[in-house]
């Protein structure tokens, strides 16, 4: 009986995600990471780690390389593989630390719950190196729990070991030391000072002298730390622009992790337990200032994936909170609906690699030049024709002009994707679009430079979401819907919204579809 509380979520685990690897780079930084694992060998790693743009991943890098010499299996099998296998450790550890500190009942819904939240299927089930992390995370955490309970040195070692694992992976788990340092408390124990000390010295030594053998040099490891120093929410436009989004972040990045319905049962419980229990208070207030710190710092690829980690004290609080199991159900087929629409989008690949596909077989005959955005790039860089890539830069749309100019002059066909005309709104992150909410189609920057030129709309895919224009030099008055605001549903695919079926947006948009509220005037 009591293996069931494990087994059955182990279970779970594996008919939810076995059938739904996907071997495959599907979000923005897993392109990067399938090129260097087909390049990485034992004698080039640091100088392909170096040439990456994600060296502070380090220890994840080193893994890929460890697995390529051990399994004859291609890089993107090794990738995955590495996500799905974390999951399952994150599973088994986090069922043993709740089961341990609380009973195996609260683990098993614990469980449940974590299964159940959208993003935690996405890492598992993909390339990514936050499956990975969280375990290491997780594990550290573990560890320390049980070395201080205990008073075991040697599970003390063992957890710095894992934090410095984590960290090697991504430098912002060192804001989790608040947290490592309120579970040594009191500190006033002179036991629980000399644990920390040990902990401290050995991560620390750990994490800086393997970083300088496997990178050479002071200069390189200086680099790895700073590189990405300023990805964190723009102070641009003053300060009360800068705390809605903050805000902002927060509530979809929790959203998007725990789905709409999710976060909101979650917050309930949140401010009751809070309210009803001053001991959980700290640990309150700890983990807030940790998760709203991780949910400011920008990334492409499954925007919110760094606080992750969220959905550790989600599922643990919701399984302290609802202790009927039929309540459990409930609240996890609500939280499942975000999560089925993942797994029902898994069975195909993603919008751009039809993108990719039109384009190859769009006039093979025909010299192409292509322009596209940001996200949409990888797949075409692959190819030798001529590509334009629309990104936040300072004279970029000039230079989109001299691009057209020039292939319009030798007679290139070229042709311009949807994603290139709205950006950067309404961006595919993956099979859906960026969750950071838009109301608009397209730039300023990007609608001048279109006035200029004749498109006519050549491809359209809708039951794909590709769309793609030729652009031609004939001036003629352009009547696309995208040159007009706000956001016209031609060619806006509501289904392409990872929170579409969410039993909350569901409602909201059934209403606002009932309701005609321009009868009410302005």
């Known amino acids: 009986m009591k293996r069931i509380y ?43 780690l170096l040439s990456t743009h994600q060296p502070i991943h380090t220890f994840y890098l080193l893994s890929i390389l460890w697995i390529k010499q051990l399994l004859n299996i291609s890089p993107e099998l090794i990738l995955v593989l590495i996500s799905f296998l974390s999951g399952l450790g994150i599973v088994i550890i ?13 683990g098993f819904r614990a469980l449940l719950y974590l299964l159940a939240f959208p993003y935690f299927f996405v890492v598992t089930t993909n390339i990514f190196y936050e499956s990975a992390l969280l375990f ?12 201080a309970r205990m008073k075991k040195i040697a599970l003390i070692i063992l957890s710095a070991t894992a934090f410095f694992c984590a960290t090697s992976i991504f430098i912002g788990t060192l804001i989790l030391f608040p947290l490592i340092i309120y579970m040594f408390h009191p500190l006033k124990n002179k036991k629980n000072i000399r644990y920390l000390l040990i902990f401290s010295l050995i991560f620390i030594f750990l994490l800086f002298f393997s970083d300088l053998m496997i990178l050479g040099n002071l200069n390189n490891l200086v680099n790895k730390y700073l590189s990405h120093a300023s990805d964190f ?46 001991e959980i208070r700290p640990a309150v207030y700890i983990l807030a200032v940790i998760l709203v710190i991780l949910m400011q710092y920008w990334h492409a690829g499954l925007y919110g994936r760094l606080a992750l980690f969220i959905v550790l004290p989600a599922a643990y609080l919701l399984a302290k909170t609802f202790k009927s199991l039929l309540k459990t159900l409930l609240i996890v087929l609500l939280i499942s ?18 993108y990719a596909d039109t384009v190859n077989n769009y006039q093979p005959d025909q010299e192409l030049a292509v322009v596209t955005s940001d996200y949409n790039r990888f797949l075409y860089e692959r190819e030798s024709r001529p590509l334009f890539v629309i990104r936040d830069r300072p ?102 919204n990872a929170f579409y079926y969410d039993p909350v947006i569901f409602i909201i948009n059934s209403l606002r579809r009932l309701i005609d509220f321009n009868k009410f005037g302005r």
């Open 6 to 48: 494990l087994g059955i979520p182990v279970l779970v685990y594996f008919i939810s995600r076995l059938f739904y690897l996907r071997a495959y780079p599907v979000y923005y930084d897993s392109f990067e990471y399938t090129d260097f694992t087909q390049k990485v060998t034992l004698s080039n790693f640091r100088q392909v």
């Open 94 to 106: 986090f069922y043993l630390w709740i089961s341990r500190a609380d009973n195996r009942k609260t």
């Open 136 to 147: 290491f995370q997780l594990f550290a955490l573990y560890l320390l729990w049980r070395g």
């Open 233 to 278: 929410t723009s102070k641009e436009g003053g300060w009360f622009l800068f705390v809605l989004r903050v805000v902002r972040n927060i509530f979809i990045q929790a959203a998007a992790n725990l789905s709409v319905s999710g976060a909101l049962i979650f917050s309930g419980a949140l401010i009751y337990n809070f309210r009803k229990n001053k």
């Open 337 to 354: 609906a975000t999560t089925f629409h993942y797994i029902r989008a898994a069975g195909n690949k993603p919008p751009i690699y039809k």
């Open 395 to 496: 004279g970029i749309y000039e230079d989109l002009r001299v691009f057209i100019d020039n292939n319009l002059n030798k007679n290139y066909r070229v042709l311009i994707d949807l994603p290139a005309i709205s950006y950067p709104y309404l961006q595919f992150d993956g099979d859906f679009y960026h969750v950071l909410p838009s109301n608009k189609t397209i730039s300023e920057g990007m609608q001048a430079i279109l006035q200029n030129y004749q498109l006519e709309d050549v491809v359209v895919l809708e039951k794909q979401a590709v769309v793609f224009y030729v652009i031609s030099k004939n001036r003629k008055r352009n009547e696309l819907f995208l040159l007009k605001q706000p956001v016209n549903k031609s060619y806006y695919f509501p289904e392409r």
